[in-house]
């Protein structure tokens, strides 16, 4: 019988190629999490991007040598959707996704071990809803970048 988080992990993937979504992001908070995925060989060549702590001490080469982005991000204690936004805000910074794509989410509470959510989002569609500003103008501007350094700094 698998694990609860190969069966989530599997299922998303699914869901990710059923739904033409570009991208799956999973949340991680611990090494721990990171190698097990990695060690699991259940992902997909430059389909799934990691989420995972800012101080979270992994070795990156591994992951992106199997073609796994990962994004770090502020590892407060953030609602589920609000980590989603910031991933979100810093992947298309960083060039992993476009404004556009489809991305399916999964994680579980902040700072926990354990994945229990499913989401799909269509960015096309989303940041009007999501954000109260027009943030394709605003990722477009040099400035953004330093003002998510500043908002990065804040949040630690």
Same mark, same amino acid.
């Given at each position: 019988m698998?694990?609860? =988080?190969?069966v989530?992990? #599997?299922?998303?993937?699914?869901? !990710? %190629? %059923?739904?033409?979504?570009? &991208?799956?992001?999973l949340?991680?908070?611990t090494? =721990?999490?990171?190698?097990?995925?990695? %060690?699991s060989?259940?992902y997909?060549?430059?389909?799934?991007?990691?989420?995972i702590?800012?101080?979270l001490?992994?070795?990156?080469?591994?992951? &992106?040598? !199997?073609?796994? *982005?990962?994004? &770090?991000?502020?590892s407060?204690n953030q609602? &589920?959707?609000? %980590?989603? +936004?910031? $991933?979100?805000?810093?992947?298309?910074?960083?060039?992993?996704? *476009?404004?556009?794509? =489809?991305i399916?989410?999964?994680?579980?509470? $902040?700072? +926990?071990?354990?994945?229990?959510?499913?989401?799909?989002?269509?960015?096309?569609?989303?940041?009007?809803?999501?954000?109260?500003?027009?943030? =394709?103008a605003?990722l *477009? +501007?040099?400035?953004?970048?330093?003002?998510? !350094?500043?908002? #990065?700094?804040?949040?630690?």
């Open positions: 698998k694990n609860q =988080k190969t989530i992990i #599997d299922n998303a993937l699914s869901i !990710a %190629r %059923r739904t033409g979504c570009q &991208r799956l992001f949340f991680l908070n090494e =721990k999490e990171c190698m097990h995925f990695f %060690r060989g259940i997909e060549k430059n389909m799934i991007v990691i989420v702590p800012g101080s001490e992994i070795k990156e080469s591994e992951f &992106r040598n !199997a073609g796994i *982005e990962i994004i &770090r991000s502020w407060g609602s &589920r959707f609000s %980590r989603i +936004k910031y $991933a979100f805000l810093q992947g298309v910074m960083t060039g992993i996704i *476009e404004p556009d794509f =489809k399916v989410c999964v994680l579980g509470p $902040a700072g +926990k071990s354990h994945i229990d959510t499913i989401t799909i989002h269509d960015l096309s569609l989303s940041w009007s809803e999501e954000f109260p500003f027009d943030v =394709k605003l *477009e +501007k040099k400035s953004f970048h330093s003002v998510m !350094a500043v908002v #990065d700094i804040a949040l630690d």
